[in-house]
């Protein structure tokens, strides 16, 4: 069972950038593709950026494309965030996932979600 925990989150001002590290640790995440999602207050959790295992293909949803960027380091079992020209509407908690299969833009069916790392990005 491959176990994730999310670090880098802060609070900080618009325009800003910061750097999110999802670490594994149990077992190798290697020939996973990865996620990142987020949740704001009140509302769902939802896909930000996948990356697939060998890190030759990245995925964005709109409103982070030419902000974000995903990154994975197989070496280290890490897989990174790099966010810029932070926006309060990027406020949320940060999570990362394995990806059932690439393109799905969703975890696996019954995931146990980390604790995630919360951004926070004032006006």
């Known amino acids: 069972q491959v176990q994730l925990v999310e670090s880098g989150g802060g609070l900080v001002q618009a325009g800003d950038s910061l750097r999110l590290s999802c670490a594994a640790s149990g077992r190798t995440f290697n020939n996973y593709a990865m996620g990142w999602f987020r949740q704001a207050p009140g509302n769902e959790r939802t896909f930000v950026a996948a990356?697939?295992?060998?890190?030759?293909?990245?995925d964005y949803t709109d409103s982070v494309k030419g902000r974000f960027a995903i990154s994975r380091d197989n070496a280290k079992n890490i897989v990174y965030l790099q966010m810029s020209s932070l926006e309060p509407d990027d406020t949320a908690v940060y999570y990362c996932?394995?990806?059932?299969?690439?393109?799905?833009?969703?975890?696996?069916?019954?995931?146990?979600w980390g604790q995630g790392t919360q951004v926070t990005v004032s006006s």
């Open positions: 990356i697939n295992w060998r890190g030759t293909n990245t």
């Open positions: 996932a394995p990806l059932p299969l690439w393109g799905a833009r969703i975890a696996p069916l019954g995931y146990s």
